[in-house]
């Protein structure tokens, strides 16, 4: 029987921590409940005490999210472990994860203590933290560059602690498969208390080998996995949940491993979390990239209609592929409406199915096929919490030789209109909506790409601003990419605004 090795998600955690990534409360709600279909074991839903945002994200994960472990992530202090516990405690199954650094340059350059102390110090928060939660992990960091020998000593420790899950990062993405694969024989055989605790592996991929070293870890030993859909996450980002889920599906006789995952909520959860955080998934990615599972080489196609096998080692309909092609149009009723939904894992109330068909078919009467993901979009800005300050109205562009826009706004029930020239139609709105809501702003970040499929498909505009030192993303869609382009602007300005205030009315800077 092959051994069932768990899935820790950490996309709402460490994928968060992408440069540029930043879900709000409902879209982390959203991701948690599609991480929940598709049946991790365990999803860390952030990092309590970072912001209040981060608090409330996984306070409410814990709170409507059922199915999986809701972890959350604290250091080795007893305020991070305070505030982690008071996030997850609701959920049936909470659990707080703690790390301290361990590697010389982490004990001497960053915390300026001996390792000594540190051993200390994770002892006795791991200590603090069972006296609050039963399920607690421990994760010495940068473990990949720290020495063989104090590594085993804080296992040892912290096992003997109360920690149920010592977690193995290479935080740098460092390591080698088989440094990674011997540094988890060397644990198991070295540690005597091992057999009480899951060992598990956290890698980056700097080098590009975090699925590597992730399944090396698993060859010999490991029995928890820490990754992100997509591989979001620090710098080059984590490793990719989707390749380690279907590497060990694909090749159970290599690792004698498999998982609990339903794999065929994966690309569900992979395209929900490109569209939500704005990262596009490059189009080779291996199981979720567009190209992933097609041929598009003549000799291919032909040993494919022949027998899939020839080419093709994991069938597409096991990743849902196949499953969200099914389409609603303009004659499609609410009831169908509400199926394909609820087939969707939305469950919405009568007002929520008014405002959401009435989008559905605005959408339907420009396109003659609505895919899952323009549903996705449409749940998406139906239920998204941001407070339309400035709303757009109207929009009217030409471009040429002095592209020109005339945008209508609306604030609080009055009509505000202004009409501006740019470089193309895109910015002279930009030019009109700055002179509108009076703020200005740095553009830093702007792309536009198709996210579902055909002639019409509707374009999601993202766009990343700056003002104050704050940041902010906007997102909006439309089959008018001008449109969806204003639309994610204002988006990115109501947000901004939304921050401003609240952090003036408690006094907190941002993260
Ligand atoms: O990469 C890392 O070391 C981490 C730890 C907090 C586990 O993300
Ligand atoms: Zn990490």
Redesign the pocket.
Known sequence: MPRVIKIFD?TL??GE?SPGASLNISEKLAIAHQLAALNVDIIEAGFPISSPEDFEAVRRVAREVRGPVICG?ARTLEEDIDRCWEAVKDSPRPRI?T?IGTSPVHIEKKLGKTPAEVLDIAVTTVQFARERCEDVEF?P???MRTDLHFLAEIVEATIEAGASTI?I????GYATPWEMSNTIQYLREKVPNIDECTISV?C?DDLGMSVANSLAAVKAGAGQV?CTINGM??RAG?ASLEEIVMALKTRTDEFGATTNVRTRQIIKASRMVSNLSGFVVQPNKAIVGDNAFAHEAGIHQHGVIMDRQTYEIMKPEDVGLSESMLTLGRRSGRHGLRQRLADLGYEISDEQLDVVYQRFLEVADKKKQVYDEDLELIMREATEEVTETWRLVGLQTTSGAMPTATVKLEKEGETFADAACGNGPVDAAYQAIDRITGVSLTLEDYSVRSVSMGRDAIGEATVKVKRNGQEALGKASSTDIVEASAKAYLNAINRLLVRESRNASDGQGSR
């Open positions: 950490t955690r460490d921590q992530l994860h790390f994760s960091e940068d473990a977690n990062p290479d935080t740098v956290h980056h820490e996450g620090e984590n």
